[in-house]
């Protein structure tokens, strides 16, 4: 007697209709297509994951252009300032204390002027 799949096909289907769920046409409805562009979304969140990483620094680099600028340095002599400084703080912090916590970040932006001199 030949073995078949049964349940375990049933559960399978189940488990990618769940995943193809809010799919358009026959990118939901039909199995093959569905698996075809299931794979296809995962590329592109692999991918786009790693872009959004790129994106956000580039925000925060902008960011802090803008709020160095505005007390007299450019971005990279700030940046050169920090590390003659030895400040760790990273730019996401920097850039969160630029919007959120000015007076903080002209006491780190005083430091920096002092170390380039």
């Known amino acids: 007697m030949r073995t078949m799949k049964g349940a375990a096909r049933t559960?399978?289907?189940?488990?990618?209709?769940?995943?193809?769920?809010g799919f358009v046409g026959g990118r939901r409805k039909m199995f093959r297509s569905a698996k075809e562009t299931l794979v296809r979304?995962?590329?592109y969140a692999f991918r786009d994951r790693k872009?959004?990483?790129?994106?956000?620094?580039?925000l925060?680099?902008?960011?802090?252009n803008a709020a160095s600028r505005e007390r007299?340095?450019?971005?990279?002599q700030f940046?050169?300032?920090?590390?003659?400084a030895n400040i760790e703080l990273d730019?996401?912090?920097?850039?969160e204390m630029a919007i959120?916590?000015?007076a903080g970040f002209d006491a780190v932006f005083a430091i920096v002027k002092n170390a380039l001199g």
């Not at 872009?51 to 580039?58: D, F, G, Q, V, W």
């Not at 925060?60 to 802090?64: E, S």
């Open 60 to 64: 925060w680099i902008t960011r802090l």
């Open 91 to 95: 730019r996401k912090t920097l850039s």
């Open 72 to 76: 007299g340095l450019r971005y990279s």
């Open 11 to 21: 559960q399978a289907k189940k488990r990618l209709r769940k995943k193809v769920k």
């Open 41 to 43: 979304a995962g590329v």
């Open 51 to 58: 872009t959004k990483r790129r994106t956000i620094r580039a």
């Open 79 to 84: 940046i050169a300032g920090l590390v003659k």
């Open 100 to 102: 959120h916590d000015p």
